[in-house]
């Protein structure tokens, strides 16, 4: 096809998808050199998530892929993201210029939907009213929206032998980097990436959420042109700053990016490919925390060993 000169924008982009490499999260680093064998995947949920909490429950989550049931915060979470994934996709700028403030509030509100969270939704149709507020009389209502909510980014990495000096790989490895960005927002030319949560927040989670928000930005620096196109992107766009909101906590952070933040991630990853390489997912075991918030806590063997004791 020339080069894809004659391809639109979702041709080129599915044409790049499909030139990856295949990839698992069922893998084995012996297979390598084989070209007809996938490399691994790596996911924001299944690095940030799953591994750096409990290298067991990783593998029988994403290795084994051992059913679990739906507990009640991932129901909520499912819920309350497509709200406010549906909020920005109906949210009109032209129509609410027009507002007084007390509109704005009414508008914002109208838009979410009414369910067993609407005192969450209250929340943040507040935040959302007061954020278009303040960006209007400063001008800048061009910047309200996201230019990214909720899409999937793609890109292959190359992860070196030596990245981490505590986790040393056998070899350079290039894995496949997946996952669904909530938001970006752009401000003076700089992009934003922005974090939505439906639990509560604690000062302790300020190293977690750095570590997600650092993925996102890896993701979006690696990225092929054809993704970034896709999603309204450019290469020349950086990432400047990153966020995250928990309205249940009334919580809100946005900083600068954090440079440790990203070395702390690139050490994670090298720990995950080193896990496979020694074949063994160790247990991560508090009695307390496991056995309310971990649904294969049953299986555990650390539980049933604790159990004896």
């Not at 998530?49 to 059913?67: D, H, M, T, V």
Request: with cysteine.
């Amino acid at each position: 096809m020339n080069g894809g000169e004659n391809m639109n924008t979702d041709e080129k982009y599915e044409a790049r998808i499909k030139s990856m490499r295949d990839f698992t999260y069922d893998w084995s680093p012996e297979n390598y050199d084989d070209p007809s064998k996938p490399i691994l995947k790596i996911s924001k949920s299944s690095l940030v998530g799953a591994f750096s909490w409990c290298n067991k429950k990783y593998e029988f989550s994403y290795i084994q892929r051992l059913p679990q049931d739906q507990t009640e915060a991932m129901r909520k979470g499912t819920i309350l993201h497509n709200s406010r994934e549906d909020f920005f996709n109906e949210f009109d700028i032209k129509k609410a210029e027009g507002m007084n403030n007390s509109e704005v509030l009414d508008y914002c509100t109208s838009l979410m939907p009414v369910d067993d969270y609407f005192d969450i939704s209250l929340t943040v149709a507040a935040f959302e009213a007061q954020r278009f507020i303040e960006a209007r009389s400063e001008g800048r209502v061009d910047e309200y929206l996201p230019v990214i909510n909720e899409r999937k980014f793609d890109c292959e990495i190359t992860v070196p032998q030596n990245v981490s000096k505590k986790y040393p790989l056998q070899r350079d490895y290039v894995v496949r980097l997946q996952g669904i960005i909530d938001r970006v927002f752009i401000e003076d030319g700089k992009l934003i990436p922005f974090e939505y949560k439906t639990g509560g927040w604690k000062d302790s989670k300020f190293s977690s959420m750095r570590q997600e928000m650092a993925f996102y930005q890896v993701m979006i620096e690696n990225a092929p042109e054809e993704v970034l196109v896709k999603h309204g992107l450019t290469k020349d766009m950086k990432v400047s700053h990153w966020g995250w909101y928990y309205p249940a906590a009334n919580h809100i952070t946005v900083e600068p990016v954090k440079k440790r933040s990203m070395t702390a991630l690139w050490d994670n990853i090298a720990k995950l490919i080193y896990t496979y390489e020694q074949g063994e997912f160790p247990t991560s075991f508090w009695r307390q925390t496991c056995s309310e918030y971990c649904s294969y806590y049953g299986i555990c063997p650390a539980a049933q060993e604790d159990a004896w004791l």
